[in-house]
């Protein structure tokens, strides 16, 4: 098994498709210490993550952002992940200890706690008044189908999604990963039916992710009898944005009573960022100095 984190993109010589293969167990663990998710909700954050990230990697300028908002009604609540265009993405889901029992030996119920009722949103944010958002039905919450549907549905691409976290019984991500082949306009169908054929010969990309040696490696598989180019090859990680500047700016908005009772009983404040978990702590003479720069 490979160690880094990194997303391969390529197309092949004829056009007809382009592919998006990346290995994200290290950020998908990263995300699960940090978060402190149950087995089933570090699988379906970790899905988000993966497939947030290597739609983020087509991102074209500096401070564009892409999100996924998975809005079920399992009890997984909302799920958000957030990529930029730089290998970085950053993620929460509202109950991270719910978990429920699978159904089928070894695979976790994300569906099911997700919930197969409610809706994905892709919002992409170019810096534009308007950001970009796209809003789909969930098919079954299991985020790989969901994508697919959402590709079909808001953008006109037919298009395979397969996402996969591995995790071992003491909690810790073995591995994760993705796949995602779009077709091209006037794609060679049998160039497709071969690709299909391919893919479905192989195992679950969990597992491909945990046994191959590189991506490299699944590449040549899913692409055998098909000559292809690697477009990209970008490293991956979990990355958030918050700073102390930017809580203590949400910090500034506390009531006066708030402010007064931290101030007489001399406490700190603690501002937890809900994407990464960081905690930065104000004292209470900080805060008033942050509401006074107030406009
Ligand atoms: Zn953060």
Redesign the pocket.
Known sequence: MQNRDYLLKLIDDGQNVRVWLAHTTNLVEEARQRHQTSATATAALGRALTAAVMMGSDLKSDHDLLSLRFNGNGPAGTIIATADGHGHV?GLIGNPQADLPSRFPGKLAVGDLVGKEGYLEVIKDMGLKQPFEGRVPLVSGEIAEDLAQYFMQSEQIPALVSLGVLVDTDLHVLAAGGLIVQALPEADDTVLERLENNILSLDQISQLIFVNNSLEDITSTIMQGIEYSILDVMDLAFR?N?SRERLGIILAGLSEQELREAAENNKDIEAI?N??K?VYTFSPEEIKALQSEKP
């Open positions: 950053k958030c918050c960022c994407f990464c960081t």
